[in-house]
């Protein structure tokens, strides 16, 4: 299994951003994490590759949404309302060893992939 992500960049405050990683092979499940510089890890969504559940951290819900395209297994994360704070290394992560649920756990990922900045000016 390999994973590319993308859409990163430098936005303003207020702005929308879409990050998409693009999967090949066998997976159970896909998430965003995102490192702030200085900061660990943190979860940011996740969903299970056949659609039917989704969980998201508190601090972005209402405002970031993971989905996914049946089309090329693309898992996009749609970000809104960005703020200053969401500044980070956004990180695409899948699970497909199938021997766990859906988790915010970033241990139970196996597989990672590059990370794309993004960057929120005030």
């Known amino acids: 299994v390999q994973l590319q992500a993308s859409g990163g960049g430098l936005v303003q405050a207020g702005d929308s951003l879409r990050l998409s990683c693009v999967a090949s092979?066998?997976?159970?499940?896909m998430g965003w994490f995102r490192q702030a510089s200085g900061k660990e890890r943190e979860f940011i969504a996740a969903m299970t590759w056949r659609g039917d559940r989704k969980i998201y951290e508190e601090s972005v819900k209402g405002r970031f949404s993971i989905s996914r395209s049946n089309v090329d297994n693309t898992i996009y994360l749609q970000m809104n309302s960005l703020k200053p704070e969401d500044t980070a290394v956004y990180y695409c992560?899948?699970?497909?060893?199938?021997?766990?649920?859906?988790?915010?756990?970033?241990?139970?990922?196996?597989?990672w992939g590059q990370g794309t900045l993004v960057t929120v000016s005030s």
């Open positions: 092979g066998r997976i159970y499940f």
């Open positions: 992560a899948a699970e497909t060893s199938g021997s766990y649920t859906l988790t915010k756990r970033a241990d139970w990922y196996n597989v």
